[in-house]
Structures are given as C-alpha cells and as structure tokens.
C-alpha cells in the first residue's frame, strides 16, 4: 500500500468502531438497558457513504418486529429541519422574503402577529404562543390552520419578535401555511416533491402516508411471514414502529396537522441520514450562504450569540450541530460534525419517549473518527457540551436546581480562586447540591458513600471555548460500595441529566 492510499484509509475513519474501550454494540445496548429502550436503529454516516445502519432490539414489541434499517420512526422534531428546507427553498425561487411581514403573506393572521417575519419565525424569535400548551390541543385529531391559531389567538407575545428566542410549534404552523398559499401546493405536496422524491428517499413521509408503504401483519399466528414468498413488496419491508405505554396500550400515531412542519415527518435513519448529507452540500439549498441561515448561530440585538436555529443547536467542539427531542411514545436524534478533516454524523431513533441521545451519539462519533472524542473520560464521567458561555451555563443551573427545589449547599468557583492566588485558569465552576431525603437512603446503606455525596456537577471552558457540563457517572461510582441497584441511584442519574440538559440548552425550560 502506498502513502497515500494509507492516507486515504486514515481520513475514512478506523474499522476498529470502539470508544474508550467498548465499541458501538456494547454502548448501545447498555444505554437501551438503563433507559428502558425496546428498539432503536442506528446509522452513522462518513460522507459521503453511510458505512453503518443497524436495528437493535423490537421495533414493535407486540407483533415482535425487528428494529430494522427499513423500520420508520416518527422523526419529532427533525420535522422542523424538513420545514425549514421548504423556506428557503421558496427564498432561492425568488418567491419568499425572508423579512417581509408574516401578515403580507397570511393576512388573516391575529393583528399582534401580523408583523413577524419568516426569519424570526425560523430562530424561533417570533415570541409566538406555542399551541402545544393551548387548552383543547389534541396532537390525534385533524387541524386546520385557522382552528390552530385560534387556540393561541388571544395570548399575548412572550417578547417583542426578534429579541429573544423560545421554542414555538406556532412558529413552523405558519412557515408552512406560508408555502402552501406561495407555492400553490399543500406543504405536504411541496416537501414530498422538493425533497423526498428528489433525494429519492424510498422510507421518508408524512403520518398519512405511512399505510402505503407495504408491510406484513405479523401479528398473526398462522403462516408468520408468508407474503415475501408470494410478492417481491415484502422482501425486505417498510415498516413502522410502534410504541405502547405502561399498560401495554398502543400509543397513537399524531395527526400530522396538529403540529405541521414540526413534528410530521416519519422516516428510517437510514433515509435521515441520506437527507442530511443533501442538507450538508449544495443539493437541497444551493448557496452556503443560505444554508447557513438554518444552521449557523446570530446574533440578537443585545450583542448575545444564540447558537440555535430551525430546532438545530450549535456547539463548538469540531463543528458539533444536533436536532433532537421527542413525540409521545418515540425519541429521535441527529447530530454532524462538520469538522474539514472529518464529516461524520450520526442519527438514532427509538421507540421510548424522552430519551436524550446526546451523550451516546458523541461517544458513537468517537467511534468513528478519533478527531471527534470529547478528551475526556466518558467511561468515567456523564459529558455534555453546552450551547452557552460558561457563566450563563452556571446561572442556567442554579435557576434549575431552584425551580426544582433542590438545595444549593456551595458554589466553588475554581477561576476566581486561582485569580486571588495570582494564578491563571479558564471559567471552572463546581455545584454542590443534594436531596436529603435521597442521600440519606444511599448512607443508611452504607454510611461510607457519604464520601461522593452531596451530588455535584462541574461547568468549565476548556481551549476551544467549548463548555462542559459533567458529574460523576453514579451506577460505576456506587458500584464500588454495592449500591448500583439502590433504587435511589436511577432517580439521582436522572436528576442530574436533567439538569445539565436544561442547563446547557438554548430550547431550554425559559426564553434564551
């Protein structure tokens, strides 16, 4: 082999897919364990191939359905970056301005609203109530554009559009009314075409369409798996996921009018992975000045920086944007490191609702490219990269802990102490919080864990200006006392998961 095929090798990433010792298979796995997953599939992409795309688990617990390449999985919010394509896909035609008034386009619009702008209803600046929380909203019934806005009509604007961003279903409501009314075409019709038939992404559409993909009634218990005999449709089928609660009861498929443009797509991961790698070059939107519209951070009026945009958040470490959150019954996940050396970008999506799979996609993307570690000890420490300065990182988290009732017994400030010392050290704040009512139950076991509690989580910069939030991994470090299954160590993980999420995250629980 040359130098350059050898270097050629090198830049495609390792055959050796393992991460701090454990390779994909075991970290995925354990995290389906700890969270209760039934199925999940996984793709992973190295542009511009897809070298992986793996089920684990049931995609349907009840009909025993593998978790498949082919399996469709509602795509939540990733919904929004489909929408926001559509946008700025009318914006290159010439047909849409991007800073005209909404109320230009949808003059029936409530007289408060009339003025916002695609751009801020695309930043999720528009200040908009959000239907998701309007009395009589049902995400199962069929919508029409009126009958949505007229459950949030009368409220008032959170904030004067443009000046802070909060989250707004309402907002991705009105940017797809706004392509229906310019192009002429439901929005279903235009995003099918625009997008899905032109990628030719054969495991990509809307709630509605999902009865036409074929897929067999294994339910059954005579002649299992019959019909791929017979019809070449069912050889390695479509299928859709399913979910079912705590009772064993099928959770309902969404209406995909309740939340258009935000949570309406079902799709494989396969097939997300092959839309985004359109998104990343010039296929879907042309010029890199566009694209960097809906997926690259600006600025508001005051100065801030807000690394969000179209349900994208942007990070720091090595070109880091992901899109993610939840539907009942369903979780989905996709992240992309645009780093110049390394394109790498990996998508997951499962049938459990309100997982996060921000921790375990960075660690599968180490797995793939050794440029895309975090530098730490995943194996040892929880890691999350935060989307904001340091020091609003920590006051994000003391408003957390507060709102959750959740004792703040100290505060170290580690840079403010080197400083008094003459000594120079990048923004590192430590918390010391805790629960006594939770603590003592771990102490009254065995009075020798006192020594890891209270709990604490670290905020700190590090070279790249990137912020971290990190604790202590609790199921490895109360192993070493026998108290891995105490039941009060899921409880805390999940506290503290909480808590470093909303701490770190722009789509927070209050406007950015």
């Not at 992975?273 to 296929?283: E, N, R, T, Y």
Request: glycine share 8%; net charge negative; with cysteine.
């Amino acid at each position: 082999m040359n130098t350059r095929e050898h270097e050629t090798m090198k830049m495609r990433g390792s055959a050796d897919t393992s991460y701090l010792g454990r390779t994909v298979d075991e970290m995925v796995w354990r995290f389906m364990e700890e969270q209760g997953i039934p199925g999940l599939t996984l793709a992973i992409v190295q542009a511009p191939y897809i070298p992986r795309v793996v089920g684990y688990g049931l995609s349907d617990e009840k009909q025993r359905r593998l978790a498949s390449a082919n399996t469709m999985w509602p795509a939540g919010p990733i919904s929004q970056a489909f929408a926001a394509v559509a946008v700025m896909q009318l914006f290159e035609d010439g047909a849409l301005d991007l800073d005209a008034p909404a109320g230009n386009c949808l003059p029936d619009l409530p007289e408060t609203w009339r003025n916002v702008t695609a751009r801020q209803l695309l930043r999720h600046a528009a200040g908009l109530p959000d239907i998701r929380g309007a009395e009589g909203f049902c995400p199962y019934r069929r919508w029409s554009f009126s009958e949505l806005v007229a459950l949030v009509a009368g409220r008032p604007l959170s904030f004067r559009p443009g000046t802070r961003v909060e989250q707004s279903a309402t907002n991705f409501l009105l940017l797809t009314e706004m392509v229906e009314r310019i192009s002429g075409m439901s929005y279903h019709d235009f995003v099918t075409k625009r997008q899905i038939d032109f990628l030719g992404l054969r495991r990509t559409g809307f709630a509605e369409d999902l009865d036409g993909f074929p897929h067999e009634d294994v339910g059954r218990t005579d002649n299992v798996h019959q019909l791929f005999k017979a019809d070449r449709l069912y050889i390695d089928p479509t299928e859709p996921a399913a979910s079912y609660d705590s009772e064993g009861a099928a959770v309902r498929r969404q209406d995909s009018s309740a939340l258009r443009g935000f949570s309406d797509i079902w799709a494989s991961a396969q097939d997300i992975s092959f839309w985004d790698i359109g998104l990343a070059g010039s296929v879907l939107i042309h010029k890199p000045e566009n694209r960097a519209l809906v997926y690259a951070p600006w600025k508001l009026p005051d100065g801030r920086e807000v690394p969000a945009a179209a349900g994208w958040q942007f990070y720091k470490h090595r070109g880091l944007m992901d899109i993610k959150g939840s539907v009942p019954g369903f979780s989905s996940f996709l992240s992309r490191f645009t780093h110049s050396e390394e394109l790498v970008c990996v998508t997951l999506m499962a049938n459990r609702e309100g997982v996060d799979f921000t921790n375990l996609g960075r660690r599968i993307a180490g797995a793939f490219g050794d440029l895309l570690s975090t530098n730490y000890d995943d194996n040892k420490l929880f890691l999350l990269e935060g989307q904001l300065p340091a020091a609003d990182t920590v006051s994000r988290l003391e408003e957390a802990l507060r709102e959750k009732g959740v004792p703040l017994f100290a505060k170290y400030d580690h840079a403010q102490n080197a400083r008094e010392a003459g000594l120079e050290l990048r923004p590192t704040t430590v918390l010391v919080f805790g629960s006594p009512s939770v603590g003592t139950a771990l102490m009254q076991a065995d009075q020798s864990v006192s020594l890891e509690l209270p709990l604490r989580i670290s905020v700190w910069e590090d070279e790249a200006g990137s912020t971290w939030l990190a604790f202590p991994r609790l199921g490895r470090l109360t192993a070493e006392y026998g108290l891995q299954a105490h039941p009060a160590v899921p409880r805390m993980e999940a506290l503290m998961e909480e808590l470093v999420r909303r701490a770190g995250n722009v789509y927070g629980a209050r406007p950015f």
